[in-house]
């Protein structure tokens, strides 16, 4: 009796201990996005194993697939020996997530022209490693080589085509042209011939201003359009996804301490709190500034290695009502869909609506308070949204505003692209409002 007494005892203890253990599995559980939606990608650059593993998981269902930086280029051009975790393979694929390694120089001109001059080894070298590891293919973003090597570009995409299988992705991150010049660093992308011998061209819509430039948005609306506008005259609207960025630049107003050094927008946020920013979301080119000055004794920020000293300065970044403007584009052209540089400094808050921004669905807030109904394949409600401009002021919050206008904390939100319910004074909203 004992015996058995003790037997049961652990086997129930065992059974209890799998419970506890499927319950904690479940907690944070990840999948795939939709098949039948807008394909969805995404670099993955920095960070450990699990820290990537935890960007994925709260993207709330909205990738399709991930791209860690695993193939880099030495600089004599031979492929590094890439640090593939199968541990993230395993974690994705268990969850329907294509793994496709970036090809990459990180802008290292002796390394990409070298790689360049030898691409029948080098392309044999990755094909091996997404047969030995399982793999779902390859991204090609080697960047700025020469423009003479147009056709060795070209063609190494061709050989990567012919020796990964049919079933696994081959496709390249170009640089974007909207001024349809041939020279400079996007010289060497023959988009008609890439996506020929690719899946699809990713269009890297950002960097409009850059690190030693003059102040400016990241990535201003007509940029981006104009950039997808001059990849339809070379391709098709399958061939295309659409680059955003989850990154801002900050400038110096009064010096040049800091020229458009990079950061990311979650570290932005956390500036725009710290130092009471001044945040304007500037119409024209659809994209959010934040203005501040540090002071001696404020809270110090290092970005890229460069202290903040005391002093003014400026902030083009990123939010949700940037982000939803971009992905707009996606319907609007009918594009594949849209990548994203880098999960992980984004704003986490804005894996509530992306897919459904990049869908071109309404924002489920929003149309609450406008009263729209969804998906009954009737057209849409005759009530029309108008919006009230409106300036912060000492002492307001979004509660007093919604209640004030009749409105809702979260519709205010989803009008101007927060992410919190920190406003400032001086900052101007849109207050939704229905007829």
């Given at each position: 009796m004992k015996t058995t007494t003790r037997k049961h005892i652990v086997q129930l203890t065992i059974c209890v201990l799998l419970i506890e253990l499927a319950a904690v599995c479940c907690i944070t559980p990840t999948q795939a996005a939709d098949p039948n939606g807008k394909y969805s990608m995404t670099y993955v650059f920095s960070g450990t194993i699990?820290?990537?593993?935890?960007?994925?998981?709260?993207?709330?269902?909205?990738?399709?697939?991930?791209?860690?930086?695993?193939?880099?280029?030495?600089?004599?051009?031979n492929l590094k020996s890439p640090p593939i975790s199968t541990e993230l393979v395993n974690r994705m694929h268990t969850n329907k997530i294509k793994v496709v390694p970036f090809l990459s120089n990180h802008w290292d001109r002796t390394a990409g022209t070298n790689a360049l001059k030898n691409i029948d080894r080098?392309?044999?070298?990755?094909?091996?490693?997404?047969?030995?590891?399982?793999?779902?293919?390859?991204?090609v973003d080697i960047e700025n080589v020469l423009t003479t090597q147009r056709n060795q570009y070209t063609e190494l995409v061709r050989m990567l085509r012919t020796k990964i299988p049919a079933n696994k992705e081959v496709s390249v991150a170009v640089g974007v042209n909207p001024w349809d010049r041939n020279a400079e660093w996007v010289g060497p992308y023959d988009y008609t011939a890439l996506a020929k011998n690719?899946?699809?061209?990713?269009?890297?819509?950002?960097?409009?201003?850059?690190e030693g430039g003059p102040a400016g948005p990241v990535a201003s609306i007509s940029f981006a359009e104009n950039s997808i506008k001059y990849a339809l005259s070379k391709t098709s609207a399958d061939?295309?996804?659409?680059?955003?960025?989850?990154?801002?630049?900050?400038?110096?107003?009064?010096?040049?301490?800091?020229?458009?050094?990079?950061?990311?927008?979650?570290?932005?946020?956390?500036?725009?709190?710290?130092?009471?920013?001044?945040?304007?979301?500037?119409?024209?080119?659809?994209?959010?500034?934040?203005?501040?000055?540090?002071?001696?004794?404020?809270?110090?920020?290092?970005?890229?290695?460069?202290?903040?000293?005391?002093?003014?300065y400026v902030v083009w970044y990123e939010n949700d009502q940037s982000l939803q403007a971009k992905l707009n584009l996606v319907q609007k052209y009918n594009l594949k869909g849209a990548g994203s540089w880098a999960l992980g400094q984004e704003?986490?808050?804005?894996?509530?609506?992306?897919?459904?921004?990049?869908?071109?669905?309404?924002?489920?807030?929003?149309?609450?308070?406008?009263?729209?109904?969804?998906?009954?394949?009737?057209?849409?409600s005759a009530v029309q949204p108008t919006y009230l401009t409106y300036t912060i002021k000492s002492g307001d919050t979004l509660w007093l505003l919604a209640q004030r206008y009749?409105?809702?904390?979260?519709?205010?939100?989803?009008?101007?692209?927060?992410?919190?319910?920190?406003i400032y004074p001086g900052q101007k909203l849109q207050i939704p409002q229905t007829n």
């Amino acid at each position: 009796m004992k015996t058995t007494t003790r037997k049961h005892i652990v086997q129930l203890t065992i059974c209890v201990l799998l419970i506890e253990l499927a319950a904690v599995c479940c907690i944070t559980p990840t999948q795939a996005a939709d098949p039948n939606g807008k394909y969805s990608m995404t670099y993955v650059f920095s960070g450990t194993i699990q820290q990537q593993i935890k960007y994925v998981e709260r993207t709330n269902n909205s990738l399709h697939t991930l791209s860690p930086s695993w193939f880099n280029l030495n600089p004599d051009g031979n492929l590094k020996s890439p640090p593939i975790s199968t541990e993230l393979v395993n974690r994705m694929h268990t969850n329907k997530i294509k793994v496709v390694p970036f090809l990459s120089n990180h802008w290292d001109r002796t390394a990409g022209t070298n790689a360049l001059k030898n691409i029948d080894r080098l392309s044999t070298q990755i094909a091996n490693y997404i047969a030995q590891y399982d793999l779902d293919g390859v991204n090609v973003d080697i960047e700025n080589v020469l423009t003479t090597q147009r056709n060795q570009y070209t063609e190494l995409v061709r050989m990567l085509r012919t020796k990964i299988p049919a079933n696994k992705e081959v496709s390249v991150a170009v640089g974007v042209n909207p001024w349809d010049r041939n020279a400079e660093w996007v010289g060497p992308y023959d988009y008609t011939a890439l996506a020929k011998n690719s899946d699809y061209l990713m269009l890297m819509a950002y960097d409009e201003h850059y690190e030693g430039g003059p102040a400016g948005p990241v990535a201003s609306i007509s940029f981006a359009e104009n950039s997808i506008k001059y990849a339809l005259s070379k391709t098709s609207a399958d061939k295309i996804v659409l680059g955003i960025p989850f990154f801002g630049r900050i400038w110096s107003v009064n010096s040049a301490s800091v020229v458009g050094k990079g950061v990311s927008t979650s570290t932005i946020n956390d500036m725009i709190r710290d130092y009471n920013a001044i945040v304007t979301f500037d119409s024209t080119s659809q994209s959010p500034k934040a203005e501040f000055e540090v002071k001696t004794g404020d809270k110090q920020y290092t970005i890229e290695g460069k202290v903040l000293t005391p002093g003014k300065y400026v902030v083009w970044y990123e939010n949700d009502q940037s982000l939803q403007a971009k992905l707009n584009l996606v319907q609007k052209y009918n594009l594949k869909g849209a990548g994203s540089w880098a999960l992980g400094q984004e704003e986490a808050s804005i894996w509530n609506n992306y897919t459904t921004w990049l869908n071109g669905e309404t924002s489920p807030a929003l149309s609450q308070q406008l009263k729209i109904p969804q998906n009954n394949g009737s057209v849409l409600s005759a009530v029309q949204p108008t919006y009230l401009t409106y300036t912060i002021k000492s002492g307001d919050t979004l509660w007093l505003l919604a209640q004030r206008y009749g409105t809702t904390v979260n519709a205010i939100k989803t009008l101007n692209g927060l992410t919190s319910n920190i406003i400032y004074p001086g900052q101007k909203l849109q207050i939704p409002q229905t007829n």
